[in-house]
Nanobody, 121 residues
Framework: QVQLVESGGGLVQLGGSLRLSCAAS????????MGWYRQAPGKERELVAA?????????ADSVKGRFTISRDNAKNTVYLQLQMNSLKPEDTAVYSC?????????????WGQGTQVTVSS
């Protein structure tokens, strides 16, 4: 099992910045990709950014150049961050951390509880 705990959401004005953090603990040794997803009211959940264990990153077109995902593999915890700059009202959503763990060819998905990001105009 993997436990994910997020922090760092909040209210920010247009053009401001926020940094989200996610701490993954438990059976972290088989974690492959990790990512941030978001879901706005009335909309589908969407991938914001992802990073593999090898450091390859992928971003949604709407956040490229504004958001940066990073990952720090410590001994017993994996830390995932999302630096969000030049925030827009359309970035308002609940942001959730995700981790994929591969065991014997099967992929298990783990989710954090989510953190609210609100951008005011």
């Amino acid at each position: 099992q993997v436990q994910l705990v997020e922090s760092g959401g909040g209210l920010v004005q247009l053009g401001g910045s926020l940094r989200l953090s996610c701490a993954a603990s438990g059976s972290i040794f088989r974690i492959n990709a990790m990512g941030w997803y978001r879901q706005a009211p009335g909309k589908e959940r969407e991938l914001v950014a992802a990073i593999t264990s090898g450091g390859y990153t992928n971003y949604a077109d709407s956040v490229k150049g504004r958001f940066t995902i990073s990952r720090d593999n410590a001994k017993n915890t994996v830390y995932l961050q999302l630096q969000m700059n030049s925030l827009k009202p359309e970035d308002t959503a609940v942001y959730s951390c995700n981790a994929d763990r591969v065991v014997r060819g099967s992929v298990f998905h783990y989710w954090g509880q989510g953190t609210q990001v609100t951008v005011s105009s």
